[in-house]
Nanobody, 122 residues
């Protein structure tokens, strides 16, 4: 059974920083991509950043230059460093892992974490 557990959310003032973590547990051989999504109050879930196993990254325009995604493949963990936070960054942040393998020829599929709340006060 695979689980994704996010941590690191909280309340911060505008201009501050937070670091989110997403740890995948279970019998995992590899993970193709690990993404961070967010869902602001009353809005749809949106992709914030993604990272592949070889470290290629992609960011939403709204967070470029402020957020940094990274991962530790040995720990099956992804991170999202969020700097210069703005009130509009307030949302529930979700981790999404895709292309999981339990072994080189055993696909596990994709999984979502439970989400962690980030609130940025003005």
């Amino acid at each position: 059974q695979v689980q994704l557990v996010e941590s690191g959310g909280g309340l911060v003032q505008a201009g501050g920083s937070l670091r989110l973590s997403c740890a995948a547990s279970g019998s995992i051989f590899s993970i193709r991509t690990m993404d961070w999504y967010r869902q602001p109050p009353g809005k749809q879930r949106e992709l914030v950043a993604s990272i592949t196993g070889d470290g290629s990254t992609n960011y939403a325009d709204s967070v470029k230059g402020r957020f940094t995604i990274s991962r530790d493949n040995a720990k099956n963990t992804a991170y999202l460093q969020m700097d210069s936070l703005k009130p509009e960054d307030t949302a529930v942040y979700y981790c999404y892992a895709d292309g999981l393998l339990g072994s080189p020829d055993y696909r596990l599929g994709a999984y979502w974490g439970q989400g962690t709340q980030v609130t940025v006060s003005s």
